[in-house]
């Protein structure tokens, strides 16, 4: 039995809209409007689903973008502030290197100078950087199949065996959670659905919906909710 991590589901207020902007950063093919298709070994889509509820903290993850040389790092930064994007502050120190921009609707990613060797062999998304525990680590490892490729002081990161991002959990204190996460998980199955929900459930997810297209959303150990479905 096994899932895929399929698709990274983002809420927006103007769905097709974000997608454009995501799509002229990453220079992925929009199909449909709003959702992204990769051109690399990301592995997962980017999906923009329409929702009204305001965005009032920080997100539980965000995007760490990759640069193969200094000049990209500075194009890249040009390229989210010509399209909507802008500066913020969350506490970032100079020295740090990093250049930290939200989106048009606010969601935070953090554009990395070249030459750091966590994030080589990954992709243009180097690494979905999350919010939780080392518990949660451990459930994406054996929920994904992934191997675990960090796993000191209590952060944890995870790769696909074919490669591109990694998905990071930074470890105590983790930040108490929203209502509902603005971006999540969709997870796919070729095996039978319900026996993948119990699977995960043995993990220590939580099953807390069924959607009337045959998805299932549970919650992982941390409570960040993500969705099951079989494949189509």
């Not at 760490?64 to 502030?81: G, I, N, Y």
């Not at 991002?165 to 930040?175: A, N, S, Y």
């Given at each position: ?121 990954t992709?243009?998304?180097?690494a ?13 490892s054996k929920?994904?199949?992934?191997p ?35 971006l ?37 150990p ?11």
């Amino acid at each position: 039995m096994s899932v895929t991590f399929s698709a990274l589901s983002f809420d927006a207020k103007d769905p097709a809209a974000l997608a454009r902007f995501w799509a002229a950063i990453l220079g992925w093919e929009v199909v449909d409007g709003t959702e992204l298709v990769p051109h690399d070994n990301t592995g997962f889509r980017l999906r923009f689903l329409q929702s009204d509820v305001p965005k009032d903290r920080a997100n539980q993850m965000h995007f760490d973008l990759t640069s193969q040389v200094p000049e990209d790092q500075q194009a890249t930064v040009a390229r989210a502030l010509e399209n909507g994007g802008r500066h913020i502050d969350v506490g970032q120190k100079p020295e740090e290197g990093h250049v930290v921009l939200a989106d048009p609707e606010g969601n935070e990613f953090c554009v990395i100078p070249a030459g750091n060797n966590f994030l080589k062999d990954t992709a243009f998304i180097g690494a979905l950087s999350s919010d939780g525990s080392q518990a949660v680590g451990y459930f994406w490892s054996k929920a994904l199949e992934w191997p675990l490729v960090w796993d000191q002081d209590e952060e944890t990161a995870i790769q696909s065996p074919q490669g591109g991002p990694k998905i990071t959990w930074g470890g105590p204190p983790v930040e108490p959670k929203a209502p509902r996460n603005r971006l999540r998980y969709e997870l796919t199955t070729a095996d039978d659905v319900e026996a993948e929900v119990e699977r995960l459930i043995a993990l220590g997810a939580k099953r807390l919906d069924a959607g009337p297209d045959g998805s299932v959303e549970l919650a992982d150990p941390d409570g960040n909710e993500f969705t099951l479905r079989a494949t189509r």
